[in-house]
């Protein structure tokens, strides 16, 4: 049997408490032992609604405790790096929730502490691991759709309500920043390729300022990639790939189901009515929060790379901030080398 990595999660973010602790108890890699909240109420709780061993009512508690190896950051947005780097002063490896930082200056710290404590820290980009994801630029790098030319993606959800984390700017909210950042990775990850530049057309909120309606076109040197993301329109997702002798369609991109499989739709255009020229690929059902773990696991343990260091973070964070800079420009940016 494996030698389990012994984790430690800051804080009660409803991210971890209802997906990600649960995913990676199921595990072979990962043991969560410990929970820490400012709220020692919470994080009890917490601890005996999940069977944890321990609670701390501070972060610094919980770093502090000898026996964790490695932590889980999923506070929200502006404590990403702060929290992480002391982390990595405490000598734990670091598991960030994603986006890595607020901009690229401040994930390059992140670099810097990686370095000098001698820490493993990489970003909570789970689709990056999962087998549908896997499959997709399996098949187009194949040849199975020609050429790859373009891509298409949404992520949208409704939720209006001023006190959700994501709906709050001085802590790093917005479409763009919540789930606008997974089109971007997924795009980069298939096309294998940066953006060369950016243009983008957001719609803030006039209450909350953050951009709650986000359209973005990357320009890749092999093609282009149009995305729509927002947090007060329908509830959906997609992402879909276009090549010069066919079509895929990753069906459920981003939270793909964990009780059934996944599935990838493949067309080559040969008749646009007609359901039977669609092929399906299937993927057995998984957790990718559970994958996503035993990765980041194993690296600690030296057997295999952190999915998505920082170096990846630190790239996609630039696109971000050029899709920001190109909203209030209204020229095409180019995303920081």
């Known amino acids: 049997m494996p030698k389990k990595v012994k984790w430690g999660v800051l804080s009660t973010a409803a991210i971890a408490?209802?997906?990600?602790?649960?995913?990676?108890?199921?595990?072979?890699?990962?043991?969560?032992?410990a929970i820490?909240?400012?709220?020692?109420?919470?994080?009890?709780?917490?601890?005996?609604?999940?069977?944890?061993?321990?609670?701390?009512?501070s972060y610094e508690q919980l770093l502090a405790d000898p026996k964790v190896e490695a932590i889980y950051n999923p506070l929200p947005n502006n404590l990403h790096v702060p929290w992480s780097i002391k982390a990595a002063e405490a000598?734990?490896?670091?598991?960030?929730?994603?986006?890595?930082?607020?901009?690229?200056?401040?994930?390059?710290?992140?670099?810097?502490?990686?370095?000098?404590?001698?820490?493993?820290?990489?970003e909570a980009f789970m689709v990056r691991t999962h087998p549908q994801w896997l499959l997709t630029r399996e098949l187009i790098h194949s040849g199975r759709i020609g050429a790859l030319r373009s891509a298409f993606g949404y992520f949208g959800y409704f939720d209006p309500n001023p006190a959700s984390v994501a709906n709050v700017a001085a802590l790093g909210g917005g479409a763009i920043m919540d789930i606008g950042c997974y089109p971007i990775k997924t795009s980069r990850f298939i096309f294998g390729e940066e953006p060369t530049r950016v243009c983008s057309q957001l719609d803030r909120d006039p209450q909350m300022k953050i951009d709650r309606l986000s359209s973005v076109l990357l320009d890749y040197p092999s093609g282009q990639c149009i995305f729509t993301s927002g947090t007060q329109v329908v509830y959906y997702q997609t992402m879909q790939f276009f090549g010069t002798k066919g079509r895929i369609e990753v069906e459920v991109p981003f939270g793909p189901p964990i009780d059934k499989p996944s599935r990838i739709l493949i067309d080559d255009g040969a008749n646009l009515y007609a359901s039977g020229s669609t092929v399906v690929e299937t993927v057995p059902?998984?957790?990718?929060?559970?994958?996503?773990?035993?990765?980041?696991?194993?690296?600690?343990?030296?057997?295999g790379e952190?999915?998505?260091?920082?170096?990846?973070?630190?790239?996609?964070?630039?696109?971000?901030?050029?899709?920001?800079?190109?909203?209030?420009?209204?020229?095409w940016e180019i995303p920081e080398r």
């Open 285 to 303: 059902p998984c957790n990718q929060f559970t994958i996503q773990g035993d990765e980041f696991s194993k690296a600690i343990r030296g057997m």
């Open 36 to 57: 820490a909240s400012r709220d020692l109420r919470k994080a009890q709780n917490a601890a005996r609604d999940l069977r944890l061993d321990k609670a701390y009512g």
């Open 91 to 122: 000598g734990k490896h670091v598991l960030c929730e994603k986006p890595i930082s607020l901009n690229v200056a401040e994930a390059k710290t992140l670099l810097q502490a990686r370095d000098r404590y001698g820490v493993k820290i990489g």
């Open 306 to 331: 952190i999915p998505n260091p920082l170096e990846d973070a630190i790239r996609n964070m630039a696109v971000i901030e050029a899709v920001y800079r190109s909203a209030e420009t209204s020229k």
């Open 17 to 33: 408490l209802r997906r990600v602790i649960p995913a990676m108890q199921n595990s072979q890699w990962c043991e969560i032992t």
